[in-house]
């Protein structure tokens, strides 16, 4: 069983393990750039929505996302660029049209990338 560190403990061995390179997609829509972030709280949206935590959906077609998987996933982590998430309902909208315009595999790697910047925890093993 792996055991609970201290949030001091994290912080100091994470500090020389933080990457800078991982920068966050953008894209337009009109004159307004967006991005692809997520938190625990978008997750558990998501989460609450598809009626199945976030990793299950992951396991059960071995790591990759049906189509309306990956839609809901994208609307839930839409972001204003330094702002405000959009509403889930809108960004179902943008995210078809950013699959349709961008293609399925770049919508997930950066869905898939913005998990792994943002809610690392989903991703940590027992070491």
């Not at 967006?34 to 992951?58: D, G, W």
């Not at 909208?93 to 961008?102: C, D, F, N, R």
Request: charged share 25%; aromatic share 8%.
């Amino acid at each position: 069983m792996a055991k609970i560190k201290k949030i001091e403990e994290i912080i100091e061995e994470g500090s020389e393990d933080i990457v800078e390179d991982q920068a966050k997609q953008t894209f337009e829509v009109g004159d307004k750039s967006y991005e692809i972030v997520f938190s625990a709280k978008r997750i558990e949206l998501y989460e609450a929505t598809s009626k199945r935590p976030i990793m299950a959906t992951f396991s059960v077609n071995g790591g990759s996302l049906s189509l309306s998987e990956l839609r809901t996933l994208t609307a839930y982590g839409l972001k204003l660029e330094g702002g405000a998430f959009v509403n889930p309902r809108t960004g179902m909208a943008m995210a078809q049209a950013l699959i349709e315009t961008s293609g399925y595999m770049a919508v997930y790697e950066a869905v898939i990338d913005a998990l792994q910047r943002d809610c690392g925890f989903l991703f940590m093993g027992d070491e």
